[in-house]
Structure formats: C-alpha cells, structure tokens
C-alpha cells in the first residue's frame, strides 16, 4: 500500500480533527501540522514536511479552503485532497476547477479515508513532478498587475487586493475573467450577457447589478462603463 508519510491536515472542527489523527496513525502516516484557518496555513507551512494536504472546504477566517487551494497551489508541489460536507453543485464545480487529487465527503469513515488517500497519492506519483514544478512557476508569471492595488493571476482566475485573495461568486468571477481577457478594451453589454448567463433569458438589470455587487464590493477596481455600449477594465501602464 503505497501512502504518504507527513500529512498537513486543515480542518476547523476538534472531533473530526482527532478521528483524522486515529487513522492516520494506524498507518503510520506523520501529521506534520495541524490548522483551522488559511493564516496559521500559510504562516505554518514553510516548516512543515507535508507529502499530501488533507482540505476541509469550510474553515475559519474569511478564506475558504478553496481559495486557500488556489492560493498554495502557486507556491507548493504537493497533492491536496478535499474534504467536504457540502455536496451541492456550485462547490463541487469550485473544486473541480482545481483538478484535485481527491475528494472525500463527510460524513466518512476509516476506509474512505485510506481508500482515497491511496489513491490520490498514486495519481500523484504517476505524474512528472518535474512538469508540474513547471507549471506552477509558469502559472507565477502569468499574472496580471492592474494596479498598484489589484493583482489577477490568469490561470487560477483570482484577484488579489493588496496581496489579499478577494472572495468573489461564480457570476463575479466569470465577468472579471472576461474583462482581464480584455483588458482596456470595451466589452459590450451583448456579449457579457451571453457569456456569463450563458444564453438565458435574464432581466434587462441583471447586468447592471452585477456590475454594482463588483463596485460596492472593491469600489476602487478600475471597471469603466461606456454608455449604451458596455465595460472596460483599464489597466495602469
């Protein structure tokens, strides 16, 4: 059976954190840190001997651990797998989006957690570690600096302000990854519309109010409205 040997585990919750350290321990498997919240991750981490990351999707702080995820797997070469009470759609596509190794739903037991473990380490082994080392440095350089206040990294699809990761829903996330697409060039209200609802029907406002959730939210990102034609993001030169 092939596992890995140090595993960080990230989950908010005292009981399951316990259960998690009983199994691991039957297999000999090391915890090399324990966390609840994405600052005591990111602070911890660097001296931490972690070969697979255990992720509980809802943790303290106003980072998730999706988003965490996001965020590590610029910096880290090691599997992260899921752990989730949540099973609705909008999550698992969130996940998805992050090709994880694995993903495990609570309520779990011993053997689903060895089972999933086992197998997402083997994925793990299967791939070039040097190909993805180089992936992750390539996906540094692919960011985009808007301001002084506002950093996008392009394949991970998240905006930083003020090296803050910004929490932004689905619609959010998907106008803003069309504005960066076209950074300093207007996009039309059309357009916007069929690709963020993709074709459906949706109020003459739906649009407008989106854009307003953006402004109220992060009220000094650039979005330029163009009357009766559409948006632009404009980026500093």
């Not at 005591?40 to 001997?49: M, T």
């Not at 992050?98 to 299967?126: C, M, N, T, V, W």
Request: with cysteine; glycine share 2%; charged share 25%.
């Amino acid at each position: 059976m092939i596992l890995p040997k140090n595993i960080v585990i990230v989950e908010d919750e005292v009981i399951t954190q316990r259960y998690l350290k009983n199994i691991l321990a039957q297999y000999d498997i090391a915890i090399s840190g324990c966390f609840d919240n994405a600052i005591d991750v990111e602070a911890g981490l660097p001296n931490c001997h972690c070969d697979m990351l255990l992720m509980d999707i809802n943790i303290k702080g106003p980072t998730d651990g999706i988003q965490l995820a996001r965020k590590l797997l610029t910096r880290y070469n090691f599997p992260i797998v899921f752990i989730t009470a949540h099973n609705d759609e909008n999550t698992f596509q969130e996940v998805l989006e992050l090709a994880p190794y694995g993903f495990i739903e609570k309520p779990f037991s011993s053997k689903d957690i060895i089972f999933s473990l086992q197998l997402a380490y083997q994925r793990y082994l299967a791939y070039d570690k040097k190909d993805e080392i180089d992936t992750r440095v390539k996906s540094k350089e692919e960011s985009l600096v808007i301001d002084d206040n506002y950093k996008y990294m392009r394949k991970t699809k998240i905006l930083y302000h003020n090296d803050q990761i910004v929490k932004l829903n689905i619609k959010q996330t998907k106008l803003l990854e069309i504005l960066v697409q076209n950074i300093n060039n207007v996009v039309s209200y059309d357009m916007l519309v069929s690709e963020i609802w993709l074709n459906n029907v949706v109020a003459d406002s739906a649009l407008r109010t989106l854009i307003y959730s953006i402004r109220k939210l992060l009220p000094d990102l650039p979005i330029v409205s163009h009357s009766k034609i559409g948006y632009s993001l404009e980026k500093n030169n």
